[in-house]
């Protein structure tokens, strides 16, 4: 079976948004692009989320979704408490 992997961009607006968060907040992290999926000759097809880390913590994103994920799919906070759920769990 053969898997297709290509990388998906980050909205402009979503990336500046994170930036200036983490800008603000004085917190160096590294925005790690999401992923494409594919399985030829099928209609499978998966988006693996970007995903920030920070403290351990992994924050997961779409592009065009307003909630930001922790961890895993099941636990969401909007995008507007993000800087909030940072500063709390900084340490």
Known sequence: MQIIKGKLDIDEVL???IKN?????NIKSKII???IIHIPKTNIAYI???????NEITYLFFN????I??????KFIPFNELETYIKKHKN
Do not use: A, D, S
């Open 48 to 54: 693996e989320p970007h995903k920030l880390e920070i």
């Open 15 to 17: 990336e500046k948004r």
């Open 21 to 25: 968060t983490l800008k603000f907040l």
């Open 69 to 74: 994920y922790i961890n895993t799919l099941e």
């Open 33 to 35: 692009k999401g992923n």
């Open 64 to 67: 065009e979704c307003e909630n």
